[in-house]
């Protein structure tokens, strides 16, 4: 199976930072990457689909970016109800494989 | 409105069985691939296993093969998932979610989760 490393595990941030989270694939696959936030209590959101499409009705402040190996979720001006973990997810092949989490915490 | 639900979570003794439920409504459940992800207490979010519209193509994590059996009824607007054999490590938040649509595999709309706990 492909396995994601994302980093960092945990960042602290503010409001209005801007903030990167990047995920590493095991072996390239291609565009085939989706970014999701979860909040607890709450089931998991898409954000970014084929590593840099926004998914409708998400703000414009979410943005991802890369191919092959390397991606990045990059949130240009954080919100208050940005405060979530946020995951990536391989779906290049069988079996999905997610990052392990990213929880982004107020500073 | 498109919407997921899921039921049939529970308490379950090692070695058990149980059977999940999602009833889609709101769109054409037999034009998408369909999934279920858990997430296990403390832990991230796992994929677990996919099938295809028809059913014909399914695809399942290693830790549940031989254990777990996905299946739907498109007349019923319905996914299943058959959980045998069942080990502490399988207590998680299940989810279902739909795949986007082709030719994009991500999950685009998910239900609210059905908890199922594996203790004696």
């Known amino acids: 199976a492909i396995q994601m490393t994302q980093s960092p595990s945990s960042l602290s941030a503010s409001v209005g930072d801007r903030v990167t989270i990047t995920c590493r694939a095991s072996q390239g696959i291609s565009n085939e990457l989706g970014w999701y936030q979860r909040k607890p209590g709450k089931a998991p959101k898409l954000l970014i689909y084929a590593a840099s499409s926004l998914q409708s009705g998400v703000p414009s402040r979410f943005s991802g970016s890369g191919s092959g190996t390397d991606f990045t979720l990059t949130i240009s001006s954080l919100q208050p109800e940005d405060f979530a973990t946020y995951y990536c997810l391989q779906d290049f092949s069988h079996p999905y494989t997610f990052g392990q989490g990213t929880k982004l915490e107020i500073k | 409105e498109v919407q997921l639900v899921e039921s049939g979570g529970g308490l379950v003794q090692p070695g058990g069985s149980l059977r999940l439920s999602c009833a889609a409504s709101?769109?054409?459940?037999?034009?998408?691939?369909m999934t279920w992800v858990r997430q296990a207490p403390g832990k991230g979010l796992e994929w677990v296993v996919n099938?295809?519209?028809?059913?014909?193509?399914?695809n399942y994590v290693d830790s549940v093969k031989g254990r777990f059996t996905i299946s739907r009824d498109n007349a019923k607007n319905s996914l299943y998932l058959q959980m045998n054999s069942l080990r502490a490590e399988d207590t998680a938040v299940y989810y279902c979610a739909r795949d986007i649509g082709p030719p994009y595999n991500a999950m685009d709309v998910w239900g609210r989760g059905t908890t199922v706990t594996v203790s004696s």
């Open positions: 709101g769109f054409t459940f037999s034009g998408f691939w």
């Open positions: 099938i295809k519209q028809d059913g014909s193509e399914k």
